[in-house]
């Protein structure tokens, strides 16, 4: 049972453009989430996260918006540059257990940014 | 500081071998997690240190796998009987406190692969 969801396997946006990738979960329970990037042969590098107290967290070109009523999230760039076209990934924590803020991650949206 | 570190980047191993993989997280960094990662999936949990202490094994998929961090720094991820099954990309993360909402930072991955 996948509890966090990227439906959109691939999203292509012209440069300049903005770029909108979605995320949902079914955990009520989650209370933290993140956005990772990852380029080929990498590890995931943290974009950005957001606490489930707000709504909003920005930095610099990359916004998060959290919607606890949907249990939905998404990642806004804009403008899009070339650079940002990697894998996205959805993570979400929070699901106590003890000590363990282990991460729930979603399959990942490929972003291709068009020149 | 350097990041997290992993090695070997890539293993090949016959069916039934023992592998063994490294982490070395970044210096300070309480908290390490290990995380396996499928084809064209999302990174999934497999353990969780704090310091040297394993408080969560809950996503080790088998008794196969077994995981060690006996000093609180460098971990080790040891796969016996390997089986084909058990290819995938195999991340390490580290954050710097155990229970509060901290990014996790990841490794380049370990790619196994069982022939």
């Known amino acids: 049972d996948q509890q966090v969801k990227q439906n959109s396997p691939s999203l292509s946006v012209q440069e300049g453009r903005i770029s909108i990738l979605n995320c949902d979960y079914t955990n009520s329970m989650f209370d933290y989430f993140l956005w990772y990037k990852k380029y080929p042969a990498e590890g995931p590098t943290f974009l950005i996260s957001i606490s489930s107290i707000k709504d909003k967290n920005e930095d610099g070109r990359f916004t998060v918006f959290l919607n606890k009523s949907a249990k939905h999230l998404s990642l806004h760039i804009v403008p899009s540059q070339p650079g940002d076209s990697a894998v996205y990934f959805c993570?979400?924590?929070?699901?106590?257990?003890?000590?363990?803020?282990?991460?729930?991650f979603g399959t990942g949206t490929l972003l291709a940014v068009q020149p | 500081g350097a990041g997290v570190s992993q090695s070997p980047r890539y293993k090949v191993a016959k069916r039934g071998q023992d592998v063994a993989l490294r982490c070395d997280p970044i210096s300070g960094h309480v908290s390490l997690f290990w995380y396996q990662q499928a084809l064209g999936q999302g990174p999934e949990f497999l353990t969780y240190?704090?310091?040297?202490?394993?408080?969560?094994k809950s996503g080790l998929p088998s008794d196969r796998f077994f995981a060690e961090r006996p000093e609180g720094s460098v971990s080790t991820l040891k796969i016996q009987r390997t089986q084909q099954e058990d290819s995938a990309v195999y991340l390490c993360?580290?954050?710097?406190?155990?229970?509060?909402?901290?990014?996790?930072?990841f490794g380049a991955g370990t790619r196994l692969s069982v022939l």
């Open positions: 240190f704090q310091n040297e202490a394993q408080l969560d």
């Open positions: 993570a979400a924590s929070g699901l106590g257990g003890g000590a363990t803020n282990k991460l729930i």
């Open positions: 993360a580290s954050s710097f406190q155990g229970i509060a909402k901290n990014i996790q930072y």
